[in-house]
């Protein structure tokens, strides 16, 4: 009976492997580098031991390796986790990539490699190992300590960096030779592939699986698991884009189930067996010669790698917050390349996008690292030592002020938490819309308008289309400050750069996004007309038709959103929220010495800086009362002032003006309880119905002059059961529309007979 040389080739590699981890386990190296040194034994390059003969099916199976290991890598990945790594493993991340991507470039353009080669060797270097640091973290008995969460928290933001290179360099496959349009159908490919995914993650899989599961076994389950995972791979080849991106997307999807533990459970013993044939393929590659030729940049780079990864890493947590231990500490964790990085080299070889000699230094500069790494970690406290040494006292003081040994528990409040899930739910929904709107008017506004007009001018209004669809989102995109933001730029000042790096790379998006047309329509490639044009965008976005725009399609949004909550609370017969539960109320005395002391309400903002309104002055000793000072009026010293706003908004308040809180917050509705007297010159609040007959109706409320023929505040918009709390002036007043209301007695109550009477 004849055997396939396949078999006889797994057979050599899988007892080979078996032999060589054992002892690397024995010895206490990492299995990765055993599996590549089985991989060497076994290659041509290595004539004296046994040869793998079929190297064209083992590279099949080191393909399907790289899908089953990326497809692990999804299951392991939600944005609950992204939101739970905090602040701190965000700044490191992207300071340590955008630094090895600059120091990794120019040290291969040092070497003499091309700009392709070096920007993926770049991009190589600022993956970390997390199989290595797991392994090294457990033989040192390291889990417990209060960096590695940081360290594990860096490389979840890394893995998703690899992510976005491996689509950056299957589209710069695809554009090598290609025009500028076929890039951008490439993109909205790519933008359909991801709805796709998005279509499937939220509706399609969680459903069959909850209404399936109860008939599936573990075998079952294990089919129908790897069934979704080779869809999504053949949909991501047929689209254009490589492999391990469709398994990820792929992971990621059954990530957002419940039974993601069981499926990992139960695929795991098929990426250990795919994912070790990857690693001996990578070890069959290493050609002695090429090590031996490129010996200098092998050294050059791993000093990079050690030195490099170390600086920006231990600078990312500096300035996150992190002490001067953890930071050091967590530097030397991350001073390796990996996995991640065989990934990637392995893709641009596949898709020609990098030359081959880079894969064999890249693996060599892997195995140099990761044996360096053990002694990397352990050296962390002698590191720290010799820099505590050589700092000045002033720079020491300057740490302790700024640091915080306990940084990472701060970190893990929930305001932190919501922060970072709302920042990633705006720029992932909103760039997503932008992104979508250039594809689309690139790829069917633009030919038809170079139909019937020459090309310089189509393209042109093409460009305005563009920008114009674009100033609708950029408004609520650049949100940058919000009650959240604030709550955190209050609490510590090492919250400070987190916050600038996240709300800069909002403002990265856009501007790359603004560069797409200019870049394929007139092959501009000056970022700073990018910027210029999205200065220009977000002036006009401010505008109050842009603005009444967005808010209305918002409103409709968020109504048909929560249509579904809303539906099930009248049906239970609970009420909405109201307002007058929402909203709270606070009073102050004016201290002598307050900076804000005969400064005009137009001056000092407080409702554009601090979300809240000033609906109530009482002044002096005479107790003379001021409803809803106009934009003249100023805070004299002892006068008693009443806020309103929401609670976190009027917590910031108390903070930003260094106010002492003596009395706990009252709902309005507790307020109206307890202090409304029967007088016209005291507070109130009335809720009035939009029946579609008044004068402003359909008017914004800047438009529809109700404070300044009632001299009332609207508090707050119902439409649809939706409340909307201190709405923009530029949100417009529809028919059954519920208006909350506030101003003193006397006008309120006037406004409120004359809207009972155009009821009736």
Same mark, same amino acid.
């Given at each position: 009976?004849?055997?396939?040389?396949?078999?006889?080739?797994?057979?050599?590699?899988?007892?080979?492997?078996?032999?060589?981890?054992?002892?690397?386990?024995?010895? +206490?190296?990492?299995?990765?580098?055993?599996?590549?040194?089985?991989?060497?034994?076994?290659? &041509?390059?290595? &004539?004296?031991?046994?040869?793998?003969?079929?190297?064209?099916?083992?590279?099949?199976?080191? #393909?399907?390796?790289?899908?089953?290991?990326?497809?692990?890598?999804?299951?392991?990945?939600?944005?609950?986790?992204?939101?739970?790594?905090?602040?701190?493993?965000?700044?490191?991340?992207?300071?340590?990539?955008?630094?090895?991507?600059?120091?990794?470039?120019?040290?291969?353009?040092?070497?003499?490699?091309?700009?392709?080669?070096?920007?993926?060797?770049?991009?190589?270097?600022?993956?970390?190992?997390?199989?290595?640091?797991?392994?090294?973290?457990?033989?040192?008995?390291?889990?417990?300590?209060?960096?590695?969460?940081?360290?594990?928290?860096?490389?979840?933001?890394?893995?998703?960096?690899?992510?976005?290179?491996?689509?950056?360099?299957?589209?710069?496959?695809?554009?090598?030779?290609?025009?500028?349009?076929?890039?951008?159908?490439?993109?909205?490919?790519?933008?359909?592939?991801?709805?796709?995914?998005?279509?499937?993650?939220?509706?399609?899989?969680?459903?069959?699986?909850?209404?399936?599961?109860?008939?599936?076994?573990?075998?079952?389950?294990?089919?129908?698991?790897?069934?979704?995972?080779?869809?999504?791979?053949?949909?991501?080849n047929w689209l254009g884009f490589s492999t391990a991106l469709g398994a990820f997307l792929a992971g990621s999807l059954l990530a /957002?189930?419940?039974?993601?533990?069981?499926?990992?459970?139960?695929?795991?013993?098929?990426?250990?067996?795919?994912?070790?044939?990857?690693?001996?393929?990578?070890?069959?590659?290493?050609? &002695?010669?090429?090590?031996?030729?490129?010996?200098?940049?092998?050294?050059?780079?791993?000093?990079?790698?050690?030195? /490099?990864?170390?600086?920006?890493?231990?600078?990312?947590?500096?300035?996150?917050?992190?002490?001067?231990?953890?930071?050091?500490?967590?530097?030397?964790?991350?001073?390796?390349?990996?996995?991640?990085?065989?990934?990637?080299?392995?893709?641009?070889?596949?898709?020609?996008?990098?030359?081959?000699?880079?894969?064999?230094?890249?693996?060599?500069?892997?195995?140099?690292?990761?044996?360096?790494?053990?002694?990397?970690?352990?050296?962390?406290?002698?590191?720290? +030592?010799?820099?505590?040494?050589?700092?000045?006292?002033?720079?020491?003081?300057?740490?302790?002020? !700024?640091?915080?040994?306990?940084?990472?528990?701060?970190?893990?409040?929930?305001?932190?938490?919501? !922060?970072?899930?709302?920042?990633?739910?705006?720029?992932?929904?909103?760039?997503?819309?932008?992104?979508?709107?250039?594809?689309?008017?690139?790829?069917?506004?633009?030919?038809?308008?170079?139909?019937?007009?020459? #090309?310089?001018?189509?393209?042109?209004?093409?460009?305005?289309?563009?920008?114009?669809? =674009?100033?609708?989102?950029?408004?609520?995109?650049?949100?940058?400050?919000?009650?959240?933001?604030?709550?955190?730029?209050?609490?510590?000042?090492?919250?400070?750069?987190?916050?600038?790096?996240?709300?800069?790379?909002?403002?990265?998006?856009?501007?790359?996004?603004?560069?797409?047309?200019?870049?394929?329509?007139?092959?501009?490639? =000056?970022?700073?007309?990018?910027?210029?044009?999205?200065?220009?965008?977000?002036?006009?976005?401010?505008?109050?038709?842009?603005?009444?725009?967005?808010?209305?399609?918002?409103?409709?949004?968020?109504?048909?959103?929560?249509?579904?909550?809303?539906?099930?609370?009248?049906?239970?017969?609970?009420?909405?929220?109201?307002?007058?539960?929402?909203?709270?109320?606070?009073?102050?005395?004016?201290?002598?010495?307050?900076?804000?002391?005969?400064?005009?309400?137009?001056?000092?903002?407080w409702g554009q800086r601090y979300n809240v309104y000033i609906v109530k002055i009482r002044h002096g000793e005479k107790q003379v009362?001021?409803?809803?000072?106009?934009?003249?009026?100023?805070?004299?010293?002892?006068?008693?002032?009443?806020?309103?706003?929401?609670? +976190?908004?009027?917590?910031?308040?108390?903070?930003?003006?260094?106010?002492?809180?003596?009395?706990?917050?009252?709902?309005?509705?507790?307020?109206?309880?307890?202090?409304?007297?029967?007088?016209?010159?005291?507070?109130?609040?009335?809720?009035?119905?939009?029946?579609?007959? #008044?004068?402003?109706?359909?008017?914004?409320?800047?438009?529809?002059?109700?404070?300044?023929?009632?001299?009332?505040?609207?508090?707050?918009?119902?439409?649809?059961?939706?409340?909307?709390?201190? &709405?923009?002036?530029?949100?417009?007043?529809?028919?059954?529309?519920?208006?909350?209301?506030?101003?003193?007695?006397?006008?309120?109550?006037?406004?409120?007979?004359?809207?009972?009477?155009?009821?009736?």
């Amino acid at each position: 009976m004849h055997i396939p040389v396949l078999i006889t080739d797994l057979t050599y590699m899988m007892l080979t492997a078996g032999i060589i981890t054992i002892l690397f386990k024995k010895i +206490k190296q990492p299995l990765i580098l055993g599996y590549i040194l089985a991989g060497f034994l076994m290659s &041509p390059y290595f &004539p004296l031991f046994m040869t793998v003969a079929d190297t064209e099916a083992i590279h099949t199976w080191s #393909e399907i390796g790289i899908i089953f290991l990326m497809f692990h890598l999804g299951l392991e990945f939600n944005l609950h986790k992204l939101a739970q790594v905090g602040s701190t493993a965000i700044v490191t991340a992207i300071i340590e990539v955008i630094g090895m991507l600059t120091v990794g470039f120019g040290a291969g353009q040092l070497l003499g490699f091309n700009t392709m080669d070096s920007i993926v060797l770049g991009g190589m270097l600022s993956m970390s190992s997390t199989t290595v640091i797991i392994k090294v973290f457990d033989e040192l008995n390291l889990k417990g300590k209060k960096y590695t969460e940081m360290v594990f928290g860096t490389l979840i933001v890394e893995d998703i960096v690899g992510i976005f290179m491996m689509i950056i360099l299957s589209t710069l496959s695809v554009s090598q030779n290609v025009s500028g349009g076929e890039v951008v159908g490439t993109l909205a490919l790519m933008v359909l592939y991801l709805i796709i995914w998005l279509i499937l993650g939220i509706y399609l899989i969680p459903t069959f699986m909850n209404r399936t599961i109860q008939y599936m076994n573990d075998e079952m389950l294990t089919v129908v698991s790897i069934g979704v995972c080779f869809l999504m791979v053949l949909l991501a080849n047929w689209l254009g884009f490589s492999t391990a991106l469709g398994a990820f997307l792929a992971g990621s999807l059954l990530a /957002g189930t419940s039974h993601v533990e069981r499926v990992e459970h139960l695929t795991k013993p098929l990426k250990d067996v795919f994912g070790a044939v990857f690693f001996l393929s990578v070890g069959m590659m290493v050609d &002695p010669a090429m090590l031996v030729k490129y010996v200098v940049p092998i050294l050059l780079l791993s000093v990079v790698t050690i030195v /490099g990864k170390t600086f920006f890493s231990a600078l990312g947590m500096l300035l996150g917050g992190q002490d001067l231990e953890n930071s050091v500490s967590s530097g030397l964790s991350l001073a390796q390349i990996g996995e991640f990085a065989f990934i990637i080299a392995s893709l641009g070889m596949s898709l020609g996008v990098t030359s081959d000699f880079l894969y064999p230094i890249v693996v060599a500069v892997s195995v140099v690292t990761t044996l360096t790494t053990p002694y990397c970690i352990k050296s962390s406290p002698l590191m720290v +030592k010799l820099l505590e040494s050589r700092l000045s006292e002033k720079m020491k003081n300057k740490l302790d002020r !700024y640091t915080s040994p306990q940084q990472q528990d701060e970190e893990k409040d929930t305001d932190w938490y919501d !922060y970072i899930k709302l920042y990633f739910t705006r720029l992932v929904v909103y760039g997503g819309l932008m992104l979508v709107i250039v594809i689309a008017c690139m790829q069917g506004l633009a030919p038809v308008l170079a139909a019937s007009l020459p #090309e310089i001018p189509a393209r042109i209004i093409t460009c305005l289309v563009i920008y114009l669809g =674009m100033a609708l989102f950029v408004r609520p995109m650049l949100a940058l400050h919000n009650n959240l933001f604030t709550a955190l730029w209050l609490k510590q000042n090492s919250f400070h750069l987190p916050l600038i790096v996240l709300n800069g790379l909002k403002l990265m998006a856009i501007t790359v996004i603004a560069m797409i047309p200019l870049w394929v329509f007139f092959e501009v490639h =000056m970022a700073l007309l990018a910027l210029v044009i999205v200065a220009v965008l977000v002036a006009f976005s401010k505008t109050g038709f842009m603005a009444t725009a967005y808010l209305h399609m918002e409103t409709r949004f968020l109504r048909n959103f929560n249509e579904r909550i809303i539906a099930q609370e009248e049906r239970a017969g609970r009420h909405q929220t109201w307002l007058d539960e929402t909203l709270h109320l606070m009073s102050f005395t004016a201290p002598e010495d307050a900076d804000y002391l005969g400064v005009s309400m137009k001056d000092l903002r407080w409702g554009q800086r601090y979300n809240v309104y000033i609906v109530k002055i009482r002044h002096g000793e005479k107790q003379v009362q001021t409803i809803l000072p106009d934009s003249q009026q100023a805070i004299s010293a002892g006068d008693k002032v009443f806020v309103v706003g929401e609670e +976190k908004a009027l917590m910031n308040f108390y903070a930003l003006t260094r106010l002492s809180q003596t009395k706990p917050l009252r709902t309005l509705k507790e307020f109206m309880a307890k202090d409304y007297p029967d007088e016209d010159n005291a507070l109130s609040v009335c809720v009035i119905k939009i029946y579609g007959d #008044e004068e402003f109706a359909g008017k914004t409320i800047r438009q529809s002059g109700l404070r300044d023929k009632w001299d009332v505040l609207i508090l707050g918009v119902q439409k649809d059961g939706l409340p909307l709390i201190m &709405p923009d002036p530029d949100l417009r007043l529809l028919k059954d529309d519920i208006l909350w209301v506030m101003g003193s007695n006397h006008n309120v109550g006037r406004m409120a007979a004359e809207f009972v009477n155009l009821a009736e």
